[in-house]
């Protein structure tokens, strides 16, 4: 079974930081793009970053580049966002996702952690 799960989430002040980790299992996720994206109550789901598995290529939106930092670690199947500077904004449901290299979409999906930054 293919399952992906968060973990790392809390809550933390205005400039602090937080890792979060995301575990998959069931399949090694070999060339998967692997991202993040987060939800606020009553706004859309939104993209974070994203890593690709062969050269590590990265993505960011425009709101967490210079303060987030994605990286994954394919031998433990693992994937992790290091965010610093946290701001109130960051406050969100985030979630980890998988794409197939043959998929349009992220086909994967965890159940997200929650995080809450306080100003």
Known sequence: QVQLVESGGGLVQAGGSLR???????????????GWFRQAPGKEREFVASISWGDSSTSYADSVTGRFTISRDNAKNTMYLQMNS?????TA????AAKPPSSAKYNYWGQ????TVSS
């Open 20 to 34: 979060l980790s995301c575990a998959a299992s069931g399949r090694t996720f070999t060339n998967y793009r692997m």
């Open 93 to 96: 449901t985030y979630y980890c």
């Open 86 to 90: 946290l701001k109130p904004e960051d």
């Open 112 to 115: 997200g952690t929650q995080v």
